[in-house]
């Protein structure tokens, strides 16, 4: 049976009355995204129409979804909320803190060795607050999300950008900062700007070397890093439906790369396939009964551009295989010919040294049965492999699966690496050089979602590509990234010239899925005797101090850094090493904006510190202003925080004095959390302004005594030689999100409605 089967049940027993309401007073009809969210609105049957991009919405999200490393600032915050217990189900998931190195086994026992202290704390939070627990080695968050949660028309919210990965089941999953989540767990509203919507029809069907992972890398290519910014991404048509469950959660798993707030695709087939497959029928059995209310009306489908904001149309079986990057995940170029000019063009290293096939994205069933497709056919035609390979499977059900039917024996035939069933590379947790930074230039190839600089291993100067995971195993036999694997042959050991075949697979395991110890550990039902203990003296874990309220005059800020071109959170707070930090501020605070170029010398991590005249490093700045009682202010670019959900990009700056965060525009996780964090997140509302700003300004906010939700705010640029700039800057806060920004967090808000409830 399902986890939390009634709960399940409640949502689709509510679900048409409150649709039929919805599409009566919308006065059309909804698409599914639409049905989703105002079945979830909660203050309950919808009374009025939403605008889209403007009005600010209270929902209420079904469940809640943690990994570890965002898990243990959001359950630091959620110990403060004074609550005895989660009010909606809650999971924590240990896939972040295991660093891929040696291979499963060696690496798992590593991670349970120099992270006991936070999977303890971890484990006794959720045994305390009534959370289930996801120990480490069971898997990659999403895809366990994906066979254990996920549910269609669903509502979920979790502390990482790629949680929209659930929308292959027909979910409206949005990532969040630990903030976001806690307001949920303490049973309060979650709020969220009413989704613009963009409609993707996919026609046709996808063959031969052209996978799933293809339609999102051509996606990407159309709208770009930011394009879906404000709105949720809905996939329907006959190709939508062609489509397998898995399939569909990795093109929406990587509409994160695009900004968007969430993909999804309507309830079908494959999806009641993948229900049964991983023994939730009864889930199948409650959704058939309300099939219609789980996909958008057949009017919206016939006539999209009358509904949707923005329609986009692709024909699968004209698309053909895809990589994109490096350096950006919207970067996309056709496998071989094309690949290969570019490469030249731009002095990309044509040598592919490892293909890494996982990560949430791509960490199925299937597509392990496709990618060992390509390396049967390796031994078969006596084929040696030219670059390294390493998988990740996506959890202990897929890995045991997959080890019980010969998948990854077959691997292993190759020399491959099967490291444990965790994040590891995607998210630089990969430790591939003992000196990345003075490591050389080279290319991957990798079936995960984001390829920053330094994402993988560290290194500024590896050129990583996202491509499905077929053709990541067929590139790294070939061991050249311009290979095309449908018209390019390869010499066997032999002398002989080979081909691949097209890549075979199998949807579901034909077997059925199998495992001995999925890794689950069921809290138990009263917490209130569990003792959570922090080491005063830990480096791992600090027990959290509420910020003070920042106050409506702030004047005499000095600049902090003016962040020049993409500043992703990655920028912001790496992670990589620094994930044993996450637990503990004040010692993550030191990789605060350390990645990001400085505009004024094009350097990272060397600031001018105007106290002093001297140069350093941006925390020891930022220390050495808040320890003399100065705010200071960031200034950024476009899309500023686009990438992880990670809050600690908000929270870092937040602890280190950091007043104000003015860009040209944010990623929206990102400017929710600062908001979350009672900082001041602007936006120039003349983008040229941006260039008025030198390293020596100082800044006075002349109007912040009158900060009210549509009012712009007045900013005098004081520069060093006595002139001043005077601009205005935007800001989206409405009434409640000012009410934080004056109690100094969302968190002390809650604190005080808790203690006077």
């Known amino acids: 049976m399902a986890f939390d089967i009634d709960m399940i049940k409640k949502v689709y027993a ?91 086994t060696t690496d798992l026992k590593h991670a349970n060795s120099v992270s006991s202290e936070v999977f303890e704390f971890l484990a006794s939070v959720s045994n305390k607050y009534g959370i289930g627990f996801w120990k480490p080695g069971a898997g990659i968050i ?180 895809l990589l994109n990057g490096p350096f950006t995940p919207d970067l996309s170029t056709s496998a071989g010919k094309d690949m290969g000019e570019k490469a030249k063009a731009n002095d990309w290293p044509i040598k592919v040294e490892w293909g890494l096939i996982g990560s949430c994205t791509n960490s199925s069933y299937e597509d392990l049965s496709r990618a060992s497709s390509i390396a049967q056919q390796a031994l ?46 995607c998210i630089g947790q ?68 080979v081909m691949f075949d097209e890549p075979t697979g199998w949807e579901l395991p034909p077997k059925g899925f199998a495992v001995e110890d999925a890794g689950y550990v069921e809290p138990v039902a009263d917490g209130s005797k569990v003792e959570v203990s922090v080491s005063p003296t830990s480096e791992r874990l600090q027990l959290l101090t509420p910020f003070e309220p920042l106050g409506n005059e702030i004047n005499g800020a000095k600049l902090l850094i003016k962040a020049f071109g993409k500043c992703t959170t990655d920028h912001i707070s790496m992670a990589g090493p620094w994930l044993r930090f996450r637990g503990h501020l004040d010692n993550i605070s030191n990789n605060c904006l350390i990645g990001a170029v400085n505009a004024f010398g094009k350097k990272t991590n060397f600031v001018k510190n105007q106290l002093t005249g001297e140069f350093e490093g941006v925390p020891d700045a930022a220390r050495a202003y808040k320890a003399a009682g100065v705010k200071t202010i960031v200034v950024g670019d476009h899309n500023y925080g686009e990438g992880s959900s990670r809050e600690h990009a908000a929270m870092e700056p937040r602890h280190l004095g950091v007043a104000a965060v003015i860009v040209k525009s944010f990623a929206r996780i990102h400017e929710t959390n600062l908001k979350k964090q009672g900082m001041l997140g602007l936006t120039f509302a003349n983008e040229n302004d941006y260039d008025l700003i030198q390293e020596d300004d100082t800044f006075n906010f002349i109007d912040l005594n009158e900060f009210a939700p549509d009012k712009q705010l007045t900013l005098e640029i004081v520069h060093a030689d006595g002139s001043k700039d005077t601009i205005k800057l935007n800001h989206t806060y409405n009434q409640p999100q000012i009410d934080w920004y004056n109690e100094g967090s969302a968190l002390n808000l809650i604190k005080k409605e808790n203690a006077s409830a």
């Open 430 to 497: 990969w430790a591939r050089y003992s000196d990345p930074k003075n490591a050389p230039k080279n290319s991957i190839v990798h079936s995960f979602n984001r390829n920053f600089a330094k994402r993988a291993d560290g290194n500024p100067n590896t050129h990583a590509f996202v491509a499905s995971p077929e053709l990541t195993a067929a590139i790294a036999i070939a061991g050249r990234l311009d290979f095309n694997p449908m018209t390019d042959k390869l010499i066997n050991e032999d002398g002989q010239e």
């Open 380 to 425: 078969d035609k006596g084929l040696k492999m030219k670059a390294e390979l390493g998988i990740n499977p996506g959890s202990e059900q897929v890995r045991y699966t997959a080890d019980r039917d010969g998948i990854l024996g077959i691997f292993e035939k190759l020399d491959a690496k099967i490291f444990t069933n965790a994040c590891g590379p």
């Open 142 to 321: 999403h895809q366990v999300v994906l066979e254990n949660y996920a549910f269609p028309g669903g509502m979920m919210i979790g502390t990482d950008s790629h949680t929209v990965n659930a929308g292959g089941l027909g979910m409206v999953a949005i990532g969040v900062g630990g903030a976001d989540a806690v307001d949920v767990m303490a049973g309060m509203p979650w709020e969220l700007k009413f989704p613009k919507l963009i409609g993707v029809k996919l026609t046709g069907n996808i063959s031969g070397w052209t996978a799933p992972k293809d339609v999102i890398l051509k996606v990407a290519g159309i709208v770009s890093a930011k394009g879906g910014t404000g709105a949720i991404v809905e996939y329907f048509g006959p190709g939508a439906i062609s489509l397998s469950c898995t399939g569909k959660g990795t093109i929406c798993n990587m509409g994160a790369e695009i900004g968007a707030t969430t993909s999804t695709f309507g309830y079908d087939a494959s999806m009641e396939r993948y229900l049964r497959a991983t023994e939730r029928a009864d889930i199948a059995d409650a959704a058939n009964q309300v099939k219609e209310y789980l996909t958008g009306d057949p009017e919206v489908y016939a006539n999209p551009e009358q509904y949707f904001d923005q329609v986009i149309e692709i024909d699968l079986s004209k698309l053909g295989p």
């Open 14 to 104: 509510q679900m048409a009355e409150r649709v039929d309401k919805a599409r009566e007073v919308v006065g059309k009809p909804l698409t599914l995204s639409e049905k989703i969210l105002y079945n979830h609105l909660w203050d309950g049957s919808p009374t009025k129409a939403f605008t889209r991009g403007k009005d600010y919405v209270d929902f209420a999200p079904d469940r809640i979804a943690c990994q570890d490393a965002t898990a243990q600032m959001a359950l630091l915050q959620f110990m403060q909320a004074g609550k005895p217990k989660v009010a909606v189900p809650t999971t924590v998931h240990c896939d972040h803190l295991i660093q891929a190195k040696d291979g499963a």
